[in-house]
């Protein structure tokens, strides 16, 4: 168990529980032969498929660094349908940016997540994950992540919102989260929901085949920093498609040439808490789910689901 896994805990996140029981790994760890099927299930020889791949593995290994286990490695059959799955995920977000103003509840944004996901045969992943009452997370102003829908929280001119939505299509998940701002709000939270969506660009410069998770994460904390806000430090992103939640754990504190190796084929979140005053946050008691600034400050946060490519990455859900 890791610091990261321990502050984790702490936050009772969805990132923080180990949540997923892998059931693939078994049958996985050896190397076939030259002329036998490759271990993706590709049904080509793995001479043409992944040895060169394993032995780029190889090479990251003999020199320290942290490599994907191939469970994490998504094939081109579980990609398409990932996409699938991202396809609704888009949809209910885009749905949401339609109609979200000033005067609703937040119950109401989780019934529209409900109906719209589900009348697309799909099933919204927070829906009793851990023990999570609602569809959808919706957090407010100073809340950092993790809001609960409630009746009682109406959307107000003025304010910021983040929805995060995610989604079970056959078995395969999507993930994603966007800022909205209700009505005419204060400049000084236009630009950080600004800084925080244009941080995911910057950070995408770093998100290449054979870089280090740590490049991206640098570059969007220096990014941040330079604008004058803090990153949030205990949640981060996490890969994902087979599961909600898979390796690897996806920081923003994080220094380049560190954390995991990005491989063709991994997939995962990029997601940064920003908050306007300071990085510290808690957990409320009475739901021990949402995370709030410490100081009360404002946090926003954008999230995009991405695929590492041969050639660079590929956005799947936003
Ligand atoms: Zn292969």
Redesign the pocket.
């Known amino acids: 168990m890791n610091w990261k896994r321990n502050r984790r805990n702490e936050v009772n996140a969805f990132e923080s529980v180990p949540a997923y029981i892998n059931t693939r790994r078994k049958t996985m760890d050896k190397k076939p032969g030259r002329n036998d099927v490759?271990?993706?299930g590709?049904n080509?020889k793995y001479k043409k498929?992944?040895a060169a791949f394993d032995d780029k593995i190889d090479s990251f290994k003999r020199i320290g660094a942290t490599v994907p286990r191939r469970d994490i490695i998504k094939t081109p059959e579980q990609i398409e349908l990932i996409k699938k799955s991202a396809e609704v995920n888009i949809a209910v977000l885009d749905y949401v940016a339609e109609h979200i103003k000033a005067g609703i509840s937040t119950a109401e944004i989780d019934k529209w997540v409900y109906d719209e996901t589900v009348k697309r045969g799909a099933i919204p992943a927070p829906l009793g994950y851990q023990g999570f009452p609602k569809s959808v997370c919706t957090s407010v102003n100073d809340a950092v992540c993790h809001g609960i829908p409630s009746e009682d929280e109406i959307l107000e001119e003025g304010d910021i919102i983040n929805v995060d939505c995610s989604t079970i299509l056959n078995g395969y998940y999507s993930d994603s989260s966007r800022m909205f701002c209700i009505g005419e709000v204060d400049p000084r939270l236009k630009d950080l929901v600004d800084t925080v969506k244009e941080s995911i660009e910057i950070g995408l410069k770093e998100v290449k085949p054979w870089g280090y998770l740590g490049d991206m994460g640098q570059a969007i904390n220096d990014f941040i920093t330079s604008r004058g806000y803090t990153v949030v430090r205990e949640i981060g992103g996490h890969g994902v498609g087979l599961e909600f939640h898979e390796d690897p754990w996806v920081s923003y504190v994080s220094k380049k040439g560190t954390e995991m190796i990005m491989a063709p084929g991994m997939m995962f979140t990029i997601e940064p808490m920003v908050n306007m005053g300071k990085a510290d946050v808690f957990v409320d008691e009475e739901n021990d789910w949402t995370v709030y600034t410490e100081d009360g400050s404002p946090s926003a946060q954008w999230e995009i689901q991405v695929l590492i490519t041969e050639a660079g990455y590929e956005i799947i859900s936003y």
Request: charged share 0%; aromatic share 14%.
């Open positions: 490759c271990w993706c590709s080509v498929c992944h």
